[in-house]
């Protein structure tokens, strides 16, 4: 049984929880609901997995990304606390694999719904209904932004758009500490091409590189750099 504290959490994170019209649900949904904690790295689902339950993040960050058979990594998109997982649902609809990875990037805590008992939500409470759909419009729009950037940005424009959110995100304006190989697994390109780049940048005296860091010198510059 969960305690009263994450009970509240859960409550405050998920809303559609608060709303929904049967309240024995509420208690069901409480009684049935599985928690695991996931250390730093450590995978939630896997390629080729057939998931059984469905994935509620409750807090902590999911990044789903899919690997290519040469390694080559892209993110397709992260989940945070108060998000479900849009191809664990779809795959479980259509009782297909898993098609992605999705990896804790910090420790998190996530509860899982068995089948049933969404199938169950889902027919009967318009709350909860809600909530999927949102998901689904969400990260389709994501995806679909994520396509465009690949297919018609150069990666000089999409690095420098990156440095710039993930520095102002992080709360380290001015620099941002990551690996060439992250980067290039966050754009879906080869490592060798965005240390180039990086390179380019530095020469041009926009950046300063560091063993795992990034130190902007002319913010100006790499936000022309990005909106080309």
Known sequence: MIDDGLIHEIKNKFPFIKNLKDKNKLDNFM???KIIKLKNGEKLLEEGDYCTDIVFVINGVVRVYKLS?????????????GETCVL???SIMSNTPYPATAEAEQEVLVGLIPVSFYNDLFFTEPSFQQFIFNTVSTRFQEVILLIDEIVFKNVNLRLAKFILK???ENGQKGSLEITHEKIAAELGTAREVISRILKDFEKENIVTLLRGKII????EKLKRIAEM
């Open 31 to 33: 009684r049935i609901i």
């Open 69 to 81: 058979p040469e390694g080559k990594e892209i993110t397709l998109y992260r989940l945070y606390g």
């Open 88 to 90: 664990n649902v779809a």
């Open 166 to 168: 993930k520095s102002a």
């Open 216 to 219: 902007i010198k002319n913010e």
